[in-house]
Antibody
Framework: QVQMVESGGGVVQPGGSLRLSCAASGFTFSTFDMHWVRQAPGKGLEWVAFIRHDGKSQYYADSVKGRFSISRDNSENTLYLHMNTLRSDDTAVYHC??????????????WGQGTLVTVSS | EIVMTQSPATLSLSPGERATLSCRAS??????LAWYQQKPGQAPRLLIY???TRATGIPARFSGSGSGTEFTLTISSLQSEDFAVYYCQQYNNWPPWTFGQGTKVEIK
């Protein structure tokens, strides 16, 4: 079955860095576009970043542009989010999610449980 | 950027009642709209895509309608497991992919 497991979250000081990972299984990872979506405590969903299935295209939310970088290793079925210059408003649960665009299904069809990032001194 | 606005913020209903949730886009998104359900401590779950197509395994009591800028998610008869937060999302004009702020369906 499709599964995505995030890791790498934790407590980091403002201005610090963190790398999140998302290990995917149960599907052909290299054929799917992927996203990171975050949710601040008690708040709604915010799209963060996108990467095309072959890694050749990335997009970012304005709130993270220039600070975050999304990448993937299709040989290891793993998605990454490199986060630099972290701020308190980056505190959130970060979910990786699959984009089935190009199949008959649309939207974000599978989500990981998320990993919590807390930016605090 | 397309802004998605959901109403109401909270819907207080009893089991067995009908729930009607609204989502409005700041400009047309055609039928490129999805609905998600999220329960506390869980990841969102895709319910509806293409404004009206149920995702795999979603019960028939969930239905979506609308196109352009006005959309509705209807739960025909609320079950205990349906009390949750619901989000709409547009995937017509991206980036960014944008979500509504959510509607909480709570037990009255």
């Amino acid at each position: 079955q499709v599964q995505m497991v995030e890791s790498g979250g934790g407590v980091v000081q403002p201005g610090g860095s963190l790398r999140l990972s998302c290990a995917a299984s149960g599907f052909t990872f290299s054929t799917f576009d992927m996203h990171w979506v975050r949710q601040a405590p008690g708040k709604g969903l915010e799209w963060v970043a996108f990467i095309r299935h072959d890694g050749k295209s990335q997009y970012y939310a304005d709130s993270v542009k220039g600070r975050f970088s999304i990448s993937r290793d299709n040989s290891e079925n793993t998605l990454y989010l490199h986060m630099n210059t972290l701020r308190s408003d980056d505190t959130a649960v970060y979910h990786c999610t699959r984009d089935p665009a190009g199949t008959p299904v649309y939207g974000f069809d599978y989500w990981g449980q998320g990993t919590l990032v807390t930016v605090s001194s | 950027e397309i802004v998605m606005t959901q109403s109401p913020a909270t819907l207080s209903l009893s089991p067995g009642e009908r729930a009607t949730l609204s989502c409005r886009a700041s400009q047309s998104v055609s039928s490129n709209l999805a609905w998600y359900q999220q329960k506390p401590g869980q990841a969102p779950r895709l319910l509806i895509y293409g404004a009206s197509t149920r995702a795999t395994g979603i019960p028939a009591r969930f239905s979506g309608s609308g196109s352009g800028t006005e959309f509705t998610l209807t739960i025909s008869s609320l079950q205990s497991e349906d009390f949750a937060v619901y989000y709409c999302q547009q995937y017509n004009n991206w980036p960014p992919w944008t979500f509504g702020q959510g509607t909480k369906v709570e037990i009255k």
